[in-house]
Each structure stands twice: as C-alpha cells, then as structure tokens.
C-alpha cells in the first residue's frame, strides 16, 4: 500500500524567484500551467509565498462580457474567456486561471477571480 503524509493545506504555495528583481507583492505568477498571486515581495532568488486559493480582483482583457462562472484564463497581462492565443499554427495556451467569481461587462477593465488552486 502507498501512502502519503500531509504536508499543507494548499491555500498559498512556497516559490522561488527565479529573476534577478524582485516580484512585487499581488504580482500573478504563472507557473506549469497555473497561476498564483505573490503574497508578498520575492526577492530574487528567494522563497516566497504565492495565493493559489481565493477570489481576487485582476485586470481584464478580455473586451466581451464575461459572465459569472465561466472559466477564464490568463494572457500574461490580465484574465480573458480565451485559451489560447488564437494563432492557426501552434497557437499559446493560457493558464487557467480559475472562474468568474462575478459578472463582467465588456467594457468592464477589472474582474473578480476565483482562482483554480
């Protein structure tokens, strides 16, 4: 029989920058298909801590209305419906982000997110 030791709940995760400048507090941090939010500054090579639970507010690209629920991704500059890049040749996946926490209009520049963990 395999078995396992609990090591933590998983609401935030230990990261390591891996840049040379620090990584500002609230900064999303992509990372193996996922996204976290830096809890607080990362000093370069340093471990910090990144949120992979909970509902934040991030900027929205994504120029339609989204709405509550639907699954959103993020484009490296803020939270979209897309995927994807929409290139036809080997177009860029997106880190899911999470869903909707709340409705957003298209002209809406903000949307709240809960984040997929």
């Known amino acids: 029989m395999t078995k396992a030791a609990f090591w933590q709940r998983g609401e935030t995760l230990d990261y390591t920058n891996p840049g040379t400048s620090t ?3 609230n900064t999303v941090i992509s990372f193996g298909g996922h996204i976290g939010i830096a809890g607080t500054d990362i000093l370069p090579g340093e471990v910090g801590t990144l ?3 909970g509902v934040f507010e991030m900027p929205k690209t994504a120029t339609t209305a989204i ?6 991704y993020f484009d490296g500059t803020g939270i979209t ?8 040749s080997n177009p860029t996946a997106y880190p899911l982000a999470g869903y909707a926490a709340q409705a957003a209009a298209a002209g809406d520049t903000a949307i709240l997110v809960k984040l997929a963990g």
Not at 67 to 72: K, L, R, T
Not at 81 to 88: I, K, L, Q
């Open 67 to 72: 709405e509550m629920g639907a699954s959103v």
């Open 81 to 88: 419906t897309a995927a994807n890049d929409g290139a036809t």
């Open 23 to 25: 990584i500002e507090a």
């Open 51 to 53: 949120h992979v639970t």
